[in-house]
């Protein structure tokens, strides 16, 4: 099993920005790929981005290309996500997801592991 624990998420007003963490713990050496998807109330859960564990291969949306940053510290084997130029399109719950098959991909479904989200609100 593997443990996903995001924090950094909040209140924040366009243009600003906010710096997502997510830390896993346990079977970690099973891991592929980590990824962030977000999901507004009412709305499908989205892809934002995902990162391979040891290469550090990423992949975007569209929406947050240029805006958007995701790294990771294999070491301490936590994934981030920069968020710059937030919009209040960006509000949403952000949620960290962990994949054991070795493929990325953006489909939520493909993902093993999930955190318990973080709130991140854009006010305009």
């Known amino acids: 099993q593997v443990q996903l624990v995001e924090s950094g998420g909040g209140l924040v007003q366009a243009g600003g920005s906010l710096r997502l963490s997510c830390e896993a713990s346990g079977r970690t050496f099973s891991v592929y790929a980590m990824a962030w998807f977000r999901q507004a109330p009412g709305k499908e859960r989205n892809f934002v981005a995902t990162i391979t564990r040891s290469s550090g291969r990423t992949d975007y949306a569209d929406s947050v290309k240029g805006r958007f940053t995701i790294s990771r510290d294999y070491a301490k084997n936590t994934v981030y996500l920069q968020m710059n130029s937030l919009k209040p399109e960006d509000t949403a719950v952000y949620y960290c997801?962990?994949?054991?098959?070795?493929?990325?991909?953006?489909?939520?479904?493909?993902?093993?592991?999930w955190g318990q989200g973080t709130q991140v609100t854009v006010s305009s």
């Open positions: 997801a962990a994949r054991t098959g070795r493929q990325l991909t953006t489909d939520w479904r493909e993902y093993d592991y």
